[in-house]
């Protein structure tokens, strides 16, 4: 005891009859980085919570010491008080303020009764130079790339004299880049003397930065690793998942057709501004293929993906689409799911599901014509499709009527997929099929994909995470500032060679 | 195995609780209880003022269909706009004072016959809701600017229209349409001013009702026969008369709603029949059988009551027209479901396919056709176009809507919904009336209650999140045991 800086023994939370942590104990030391790693739904958040006090004491049992003193807060502001600070997942950001008004938001800088502005901007700066941002603090956060929202958010915490910082999955949304970015700031702030706590489904980040890790799995501490002892992505999900997953990536035996789409020479112009956001592209999708779509963030993979899938993107596209030989023209969505095919969106909750719809209606909703007849729906053949579909992905639900919004992120993108095989598709394209969900539910997505291909559909695999990219596909391109710069064929696919073409094409471009 | 067992309490669930919606039914609870709790309260006042006042009186029910048919037909398209995304339209009050205008103009000053003018007025509203859609859907003006700007215009040129005067009234075959009482041949006679003199005085003018023509036949007299009969005798045929005019009344509406309980009980058991062929799963079979027996309890009361007025009011065809329509178009069709995924998701909807402009751009159309009908409705019932026509009917309306479960945000909300906030705004209006309260402080209890039903709905929701707490460490921890064994 006293050694540690937080000390959360025993923790057991319930919600009604369910029980979402049963026998937790967390150790933090002071001036470490803690990960804490577990399938979603394990019980990180609800013991985030618990420590933040969303959930206040008397609502939980178990013992929580923090700067040896112990600690029964009411409310996240008792909390915040003793310098315990929640980055959350979603950025609680407002866009239309700028840097330093949100930095300073209900904690802002007084002069009488009024707002010292000047004040604010100028502890704004230096909180901003701490998390190495540059940027203007009366700039709105709007104009902001999600990576530097991200510093914002750590610079807010900073003006609250945290001493505790935690962050909730800090680079779910960041390419790499950016999250070696942000990571490289944690560690500075570590080495000034912060205590942090983050929790990631990027192992290999956890490794990079943690010096402990404790796993939680159903509700339970299974154990705390130490860097000292060596940690190894492969230990940490085996002790996630209760076994060594021998193999990420399921095997696949190829079984490669003839061509299915083909696009060529598509231009794409951005919808507001004057420039090309995809320009010359050439891609070939072949039958029971899966092709890879790589590049960093902004090299315009999805908004290529969203023109070609009825101009759902962009103005002025031109450019030809061939399906099984033939020339086709998309000029709505509706259109290219009637050719078969079908686009899951990146983005599941904004773009993809609606939330406040049960499993059954986003089930059905981009095929309506499947269950209906002139017009009508057919209520039980609609609820006998949707129970089909949902058990073909092995969504994992109480009922089809229970609302997308009550599933984890793993089983909404499970739905969506499952909407999107509803449309019957030949050719899938599939956006970061797997951003932001636990390894158990990747796991069984790359075997969906697997299935699907083995029954002769084209797969399109859009993906920030190359070892996703390098374990799936046949064949991957790479893209860069809109442009095709690199085809690369299974066996020549590493990391390197992507990130080698990718700048080898930016340099070309700097120096014509 | 596990999975047949996991999706057989699925399919339980949903049958058991087919059609019931807890949140609809909470509303439907309260409302009875409203009606209650006037009920007492009117009697208890009407006897301690030795009135008789009765809130399920016939006469009451009959006027309490009657004021409230507008803002029903308005409330049920203010759904569809509500449902688009929690967008109101506020110019339907206004579009009623023009359409109004324009309908005395037609039919009273040009005489124009119904069957050119009744279309030529559903046409224009469908125009105006067109072109409030145009903006909305394809400029992408919010639809609260546009629908402003439509109730200042469309009142100013109602009022343009009737130079600040009132049209009336109104022909008697136009009444015939919207505001008339089956079967329309017979009305009572009144018992105490029918004397032989004032018959007398109907022979001499000429002007004989049809009702006094039709007593002399019963009795194989001549009117004036009748007008030499002594008070004494004429008042036992006048009752005899009107007793059997009563008797007919309620024949007729308990006929009528035989014949509307019985189609209820028809369509309810070939579905089930039609379910069961097809092997899908159906709900136990008591709890239906206690619903439609409630819901034939409630058409068979309601029959029995307007019996006891003025029999089967004609205005009751148009709003089933309207409620079963509606209630057909957003439960059943794929476009009603367009209308919900765009309210709750428009991103989503339009990556899915559907033509989102197109549905925000029929919404407001229709909102406009349902206008014109209320319009015509509502000159029926006052048989007059009046400058101050239409009133702050949109807010009746709206209240309707978000009283009756819709969402202010889209997405959320049921025509079964919308025509309970509905009768719960005019029960309060007319309850609040015979108790004799001051308009103003009917107002101001108008407004709280409108408050009340949103925080209802507001705190059922977050309670709705909390399980969706509970349910999100549910389906996780199944998840995590399932996903890769």
Not at chain 1, 429 to 448: H, M, N, S
Request: glycine share 10%; with cysteine.
């Amino acid at each position: 005891m006293g050694d540690y800086m937080l000390e959360m023994t025993h923790i057991e939370k319930h919600f009604g009859g369910v029980k979402a942590l049963t026998d937790v104990t967390i150790q933090v030391e002071e001036g470490e980085i803690h990960g804490i790693c577990g399938e979603n739904g394990a019980g990180k958040s609800t013991l985030m919570n618990v420590l933040s006090g969303v959930y206040p004491f008397g609502t939980y049992s178990g013992d929580i010491h923090y700067l040896s003193e112990e600690c029964k807060f009411s409310g996240i502001k008792d909390s915040e008080e003793k310098g315990i600070v929640i980055i959350h997942q979603e950025l609680a950001l407002i866009p239309q303020l700028s840097i330093g008004e949100n930095i300073f938001l209900g904690n802002e800088v007084k002069k009488g009764i009024g707002i010292d502005w000047d004040m604010t901007h100028q502890m704004a700066e230096s909180l901003l130079h701490k998390v190495g941002l540059n940027e203007d603090p009366r700039m709105l956060v709007q104009e902001l790339s999600v990576g530097k929202q991200q510093l914002v958010e750590i610079a807010k915490a900073l003006s609250k004299n945290v001493k505790l910082l935690i962050l909730d999955e800090p680079t779910a949304s960041l390419n790499d880049e950016d999250s070696n970015h942000l990571l490289d700031i944690i560690l500075g702030l570590r080495a000034n003397g912060m205590t942090a706590i983050i929790i990631s489904h990027k192992l290999a980040e956890i490794e990079r930065v943690a010096d402990h890790i404790t796993v939680i799995r159903d509700g339970a501490t299974i154990e705390t690793m130490s860097a000292e002892d060596g940690i190894s992505e492969q230990r940490i999900i085996k002790s996630m998942v209760g076994r060594e997953l021998t193999n990420r990536f399921p095997a696949r035996t190829s079984n490669i057709g003839d061509i299915s789409l083909e696009v060529k020479n598509w231009n794409v112009y951005h919808p507001q501004l004057d420039r090309k956001t995809a320009s010359d592209i050439n891609i070939k999708l072949r039958k029971g293929e899966v092709v890879g779509l790589s590049g960093l963030m902004g090299a315009g993979r999805s908004e290529f993906a969203m023109s070609v899938f009825g101009k759902l993107y962009g103005r002025d596209i031109t450019g030809q689409l061939y399906l099984g030989g033939k020339e086709i023209k998309l000029n709505s969505v509706e259109a290219a799911i009637k050719h078969k095919i079908a686009y899951v969106t990146e983005d599941r909750k904004s773009c993809g599901l609606v939330l406040t719809n049960s499993i059954r209606m986003n089930t059905t909703l981009a095929n309506m014509g499947r269950i209906s007849n002139h017009g009508t729906i057919d209520a039980d053949q609609e609820v006998n499709m949707a129970e089909a579909y949902s058990k073909l992905l092995n969504v994992k639900c109480n009922s089809i009527e229970d609302n997308a919004d009550s599933l984890s992120g793993g089983n909404q993108q499970k739905v969506l997929l499952a909407k999107w095989m509803f449309t019957e598709p030949e050719v899938l394209i599939l956006d970061e099929p797997t951003r932001g969900i636990d390894v158990g539910a990747k796991y069984e997505i790359y075997q969906f994909i697997n299935k699907l291909v083995d029954e002769g559909l084209s797969i399109l695999m859009i993906s920030s995470e190359m070892p996703e990219l390098l374990g799936m596909c046949d064949r991957i391109y790479v893209m860069s500032e809109g442009r095709m710069v690199a085809e690369l064929d299974k066996e020549e696919a590493t990391q390197e060679a992507i990130m080698t073409s990718i700048i080898e094409s930016a340099g070309k471009e700097q120096s014509i | 195995m596990s999975n047949n067992t996991a999706s057989a309490p699925t399919l339980q669930k949903k049958s058991g609780l087919a059609g019931f919606n807890l949140k609809k039914n909470t509303m439907l609870l309260a409302l009875i209880a409203l009606m209650i709790a006037f009920e007492i309260l009117i009697v208890a006042q009407s006897s301690a003022s030795f009135m008789n006042h009765d809130f399920f009186a016939p006469a009451n029910i009959s006027n309490l269909i009657g004021q409230n048919s507008y803002v029903l037909i308005l409330a049920v398209g203010m759904l569809l706009c509500i449902l688009t995304g929690g967008n109101i339209d506020l110019s339907v009050g206004s579009g009623v004072c023009m359409i109004s205008a324009l309908a005395g103009v037609f039919i009273v000053n040009l005489k124009l016959p119904l069957a050119i003018a009744v279309p030529i007025c559903l046409l224009i509203g469908i125009g105006i809701g067109a072109l409030q859609g145009y903006f909305i859907a394809y400029a992408h003006i919010p639809a609260f600017i546009v629908t402003l700007a439509g109730m200042l215009t469309f009142r100013g040129i109602g009022n343009i229209i009737l130079d600040g005067k009132t049209i009336s009234p109104f022909p008697a075959n136009y009444s015939k349409i919207f505001n008339a009482f089956l079967p329309s041949t017979s009305t009572k006679i009144p018992t105490l001013t029918t004397t032989p003199k004032k018959i007398a005085s109907m022979v001499d003018s000429g002007d004989i009702s049809t009702s006094i023509q039709h007593l002399a036949d019963k009795n194989n007299m001549t009117v004036e026969q009748l007008s030499n009969l002594k008070v004494a005798d004429l008042r036992p045929l006048i009752s005899a008369y009107n007793d059997s005019i009563a008797t007919t009344l309620l024949m007729v509406t308990l006929a009528i709603g035989a014949v509307v309980s019985i189609l209820f009980i028809i369509m309810t058991f070939l579905s089930r029949a039609k379910k069961q062929r097809k092997g899908y799963p159906v709900g136990a079979l008591v709890p239906q059988v206690v619903k439609t027996v409630l819901v034939v309890a409630v058409i068979m009361f309601l029959s029995y009551l307007l019996g006891n007025n003025k029999g089967f009011p004609v205005i009751l065809i148009t709003l089933g027209i309207v409620i079963i329509g509606y209630w057909y178009f957003t439960s059943k069709s794929v476009p009603g479901r367009y209308l919900y995924a765009l309210g709750g998701n428009a991103k989503s909807a339009k990556f899915s396919g559907i033509n989102t402009d197109k549905m925000m751009f029929f919404a407001y159309t229709n909102m406009g056709f349902l206008v014109a009908v209320a319009s015509l409705v509502c000159v029926a019932r006052f048989n007059s176009a009046a400058p101050s026509a239409g009133t702050s009917y949109e807010l009746d309306a709206i209240g309707a809507c978000f009283i009756g479960g819709a969402s202010a945000y889209g997405g959320v909300g049921t025509v079964g919904g919308t025509v309970i906030g509905a009768i719960f705004m005019g029960v309060l209006n007319n309850g609040m009336s015979i108790l004799g309260i001051d308009a103003n402080w009917q107002k101001a209890i108008k407004g709280i209650v409108l408050l009340i039903a949103v925080l209802a709905d507001v705190s059922s929701q977050k309670k709705g999140s909390g399980g969706g707490l509970f349910s999100k460490i549910l389906p996780k921890k199944d998840g995590n045991k399932g996903t890769l064994s």
